[in-house]
């Protein structure tokens, strides 16, 4: 991903925060000349057992996936294959009329993360289920009301042979956070307002971002 330097991430845990905020990656691999490459949206956390509390050293942090195994990607995707990650958070269109000036040129602020890695396939029924479980464990606690698996898991049991699950070693990571810093800072001031004020939701996610900026 082509990052100018000034949309680079402006500061240590962003990267991270996105993952954690919008977990429905994009995952692409190659694939054949003749069927070009795969891709396949798919729910992915940090490794409860190995992330700890990662910081925004993505290498070396390890992610944990799964998809449908009746999906072409899931026997493309064998143990080394290298695959991307890209995840993407708040974004929206800026119109020339909230910068109060002219000559100007509407554009689209946005905010996203690709992530480079190897996968390791997850052959047995436990562990599957324990990255199930995991998975269910993060988006309870991030997105749920503390729902409670316990009487769900011999349901869980008999759909999980269908459940293809993986450990990602992240090996690279880029973010770009492009929120108005080319502007002037009057601008950019203008743009985080009329979003903060929006009744859009991605706008006013953006503005929640650009009140982070230095």
């Not at 798919?42 to 998809?67: K, N, Y």
């Not at 869980?156 to 810093?181: C, D, H, N, Y």
């Not at 080319?182 to 903060?196: D, I, K, L, T």
Request: glycine content about 10%; charged content about 20%.
């Amino acid at each position: 991903m082509f990052v100018p330097s000034f949309y680079r991430e402006p500061g240590s845990s962003w990267m991270v925060d996105l993952i954690r905020g919008n977990p429905l990656a994009l995952a692409v691999s190659n694939g054949s000349a003749e069927d070009g490459p795969f891709a396949t949206h798919l729910p992915v956390i940090f490794d409860p057992e190995t992330s700890g509390d990662p910081s925004a050293e993505l290498p070396g942090t390890t992610l944990l996936g799964h998809l449908n195994r009746a999906n072409p990607h899931w026997a493309q995707l064998e143990t080394g294959a290298v695959l991307l990650l890209t995840f993407t958070g708040p974004h929206t269109y800026v119109s020339p009329t909230v910068y109060d000036k002219t000559p100007a040129a509407p554009t689209w602020n946005f905010t996203a993360v690709h992530v480079r890695g190897v996968v390791e396939r997850i052959t047995s029924t436990e562990e599957t289920l324990g990255v199930v479980q995991s998975t269910v464990r993060a988006f309870e606690e991030g997105f749920g009301t503390g729902w409670d698996m316990s009487d769900s898991l011999g349901y869980f049991r008999k759909i999980v042979p269908a459940v293809g699950a993986f450990r990602f070693t992240v090996t690279g990571a880029e973010g770009m956070f492009k929120l108005s810093q080319e502007q002037p800072g009057e601008v950019r001031e203008r743009v985080r307002e009329s979003f903060g004020h929006s009744a859009c939701t991605y706008k006013r996610e953006t503005a929640a971002l650009m009140n982070r900026l230095p």
